[in-house]
């Protein structure tokens, strides 16, 4: 089993920028693949960005791209997602997920919510 704390959600104007943590334990994270997803009220849940499990590659959804950059710390257990120039459309629950590669994800932290005010 695999555990995931996502912290670093909040309430952020337009153009700003919030950083989201999402801690793992329970597996050797180096083996891990990981990534990030979104729901919005009334909306499905949608990929926002993955991360390979070295960290060298990176995949995002075309509406962050340019403006969130996914990063892991496999030292610290942690990925990260810097989220930049905010959009009131951003606004979601962000949930962290982790599995044996960034496309196959089959473990969820509880999500945090980011609220961005227009």
């Known amino acids: 089993q695999v555990q995931l704390v996502e912290s670093g959600g909040g309430l952020v104007q337009a153009g700003g920028s919030l950083r989201l943590s999402c801690a793992a334990s329970g597996r050797t994270f180096s083996s891990l693949g990981m990534g990030w997803f979104r729901q919005a009220p009334g909306k499905e849940r949608e990929f926002v960005a993955a991360?390979?499990?070295?960290?060298?590659?990176?995949y995002y959804d075309d509406s962050v791209k340019g403006r969130f950059t996914m990063s892991r710390d496999n030292a610290k257990s942690t990925v990260y997602l810097q989220m930049n120039s905010l959009k009131p459309e951003d606004t979601a629950v962000y949930y962290c997920a982790a599995g044996r590669s960034w496309n196959v994800l089959d473990y969820w932290g509880q999500g945090t919510q980011v609220t961005v005010s227009s």
């Open positions: 991360i390979s499990r070295s960290g060298g590659s990176t």
